[in-house]
Nanobody, 124 residues
Framework: QVQLVESGGGLVQTGGSLRLSCAAS????????MGWFRQAPGKERDFVAA????????SYVDSVKGRFTISRDNAKNTVYLQMNSLKPEDTAVYFC?????????????????WGQGTQVTVPS
């Protein structure tokens, strides 16, 4: 069984930074890609960023390129999302999820395991 636990969310002013962490249980963490998604109130869950198993390949939604950085530490079974220059439109619940063995996917249907989410609020 895979368990994912996010942390690091909070309230931050426009232009501020947060670093989200996602700690994974299970020995298969290092062989799967990982992704971050977010869901704003009344909206669907959207792709934010993903990283392949080795950390050598990443993908971002256009709205966060240049501001967010996804990374992973396989020795710690943890994936991170560094968020800089935060904007009010980044306000959402952020979820991490385990992806696929080969490559990277943006499709939420390809992610079998999800964390419980962590709230990020950037007041306007």
């Amino acid at each position: 069984q895979v368990q994912l636990v996010e942390s690091g969310g909070g309230l931050v002013q426009t232009g501020g930074s947060l670093r989200l962490s996602c700690a994974a249980s299970g020995r298969t963490f290092t062989t799967y890609s990982m992704g971050w998604f977010r869901q704003a109130p009344g909206k669907e869950r959207d792709f934010v960023a993903a990283i392949n198993w080795s950390g050598g390949s990443t993908s971002y939604v256009d709205s966060v390129k240049g501001r967010f950085t996804i990374s992973r530490d396989n020795a710690k079974n943890t994936v991170y999302l560094q968020m800089n220059s935060l904007k009010p439109e980044d306000t959402a619940v952020y979820f991490c999820a385990r992806g696929v063995r080969i490559g990277i996917t943006r499709n939420s249907n390809d992610y079998a395991y999800w964390g419980q989410g962590t709230q990020v609020t950037v007041p306007s």
